[in-house]
C-alpha cells in the first residue's frame, strides 16, 4: 500500500506563489510511477493539473495552469513537487497528489490519492 501526504497549501493573495510537496512512503513504493496533481474548486468536480514521469524528464499540464505551474520530483526522497505562481482567485481548492501509470493518471483513476491539501488564493 503506497501513502501520499501532501503538503504546503495556505492563503495566499492574487499573484502570490506556493509550493506544494508530496511525499509518498510504503512497501509497495514502485519508483517507475508517473505522479500528478489535481485541484478540486469548490461547486467543481476534481480537475487534472500535471503529470511528471518517473524519470522527471517529460511533463504535460492542463491549459488552464500551462504556464504558471511546474511540476518536478525528487526520486531520492520520493517527493513530487508543484510550483504555483501567478496564483488567481480562481485556482482556489483542495490539490491532491496522485500515483500510478502516465495514462491512469492522465485519465483521473491513479492507484493512489493523497489527503489533498487547501490552497485558499484571495483577490
Known amino acids: 500500500q503506497v501513502s501520499l501526504e501532501e503538503s504546503g497549501g495556505g492563503s495566499v493573495q492574487a499573484g502570490g506563489s506556493l509550493r506544494l510537496s508530496c511525499v509518498a512512503s510504503?512497501?509497495?513504493?514502485?519508483?517507475?510511477?508517473?505522479m500528478g496533481w489535481f485541484r478540486q474548486s469548490p461547486g467543481k468536480e476534481r480537475e487534472f493539473l500535471a503529470v511528471?514521469?518517473?524519470?522527471?524528464?517529460?511533463?504535460f499540464y492542463a491549459d488552464s495552469v500551462k504556464g504558471r505551474f511546474t511540476i518536478a520530483r525528487a526520486n531520492a526522497n520520493d517527493t513530487t513537487y508543484l510550483y504555483l505562481d501567478s496564483l488567481k482567485p480562481e485556482d482556489t481548492g483542495v490539490y491532491y497528489c496522485?500515483?500510478?501509470?502516465?495514462?491512469?493518471?492522465?485519465?483521473?483513476?491513479?492507484?493512489?490519492w493523497g489527503q489533498g491539501t487547501q490552497v485558499t488564493v484571495s483577490s
Open positions: 496522485a500515483r500510478g501509470s502516465g495514462p491512469d493518471v492522465l485519465a483521473g483513476t491513479p492507484r493512489s
Open positions: 510504503g512497501a509497495a513504493l514502485d519508483s517507475s510511477a508517473a
Open positions: 511528471i514521469n518517473w524519470r522527471g524528464t517529460s511533463t
